[in-house]
Structures are given as C-alpha cells and as structure tokens.
Nanobody
Framework: VQLQAFGGGLVQAGGSLRLSCEAS????????MGWFRQAPGKEREWVSC????????YYAFSVEGRFSISRDNSKNLVYLQMNALKPEDTAVYYC?????????????????WGQGTQVTVSS
C-alpha cells in the first residue's frame, strides 16, 4: 500500500491550494480516506475524513467551512481543497486510509500513511 500526497506549496494568507493523494497497491473504494497535518514543534493533528460507503465528510473545527474533502474511487484519489488559508494552516499534510472507517482513522492509529506535502501560508 502506497499513498503519495502532492499539491502543496507556498501561498499567501487568504489563498487556496488543492492537495491530492494517490493510493496504490490495492483498491481503496471501501476504505475511509483522510488527511492529517503536523506543524513544526506541534503534535500531529487530524484534519478531515471521507467515508467509503456514503461519502459523508468530517472536519476538524479549525478547518470546517474552509476545507473540503472529496474522492474519486475510479482513480484511487482523494483531494483536499483548502480555501481561505491562514498562516496557522502551515504544516506538512499527510493522507491516510483505513478500512475500519473514519472513527478509527481520526485516532491516528492507522497503518497506512503517505509521504507528506508541505503547505506554507505566508501572512
């Protein structure tokens, strides 16, 4: 199982970025997929999750209303559209997947982590 996140970069506050994550190694259509982030000197933080069965989406309070998660099961891709970015959104963003659903995925105990992509928001 491999997860590769991309799409990070440098953006000014108020701007937007779209992260993508490509999953490979097996079919992920039945798995929850999501995103975590980790800022320098801070603990890893859950950001968002999308369920496999009915595409319900969940967000951390800090990003709700600004970020949007979606998926394309035909391509094994998950996306994170990030709008109205703030300097405090600066972090390395990681995509994750877990066949046990979003509750487990949010706990951070999943075995399936991708390489991160850096997002830097300047003030």
């Amino acid at each position: 199982v491999q997860l590769q996140a991309f799409g990070g970069g440098l953006v000014q506050a108020g701007g937007s970025l779209r992260l993508s994550c490509e999953a490979s190694g097996r079919t992920f259509g039945n798995d929850a997929m999501g995103w975590f982030r980790q800022a320098p000197g801070k603990e890893r933080e859950w950001v968002s999750c999308i369920r496999a069965d009915n595409d319900n989406t969940y967000y951390a309070f800090s990003v709700e209303g600004r970020f949007s998660i979606s998926r394309d099961n035909s391509k094994n891709l998950v996306y994170l559209q990030m709008n109205a970015l703030k300097p405090e959104d600066t972090a390395v963003y990681y995509c994750v997947t877990d066949p046990r659903g979003c509750i487990v995925l949010r706990s951070g105990t999943t075995d399936y982590w991708g390489q991160g992509t850096q997002v830097t928001v300047s003030s």
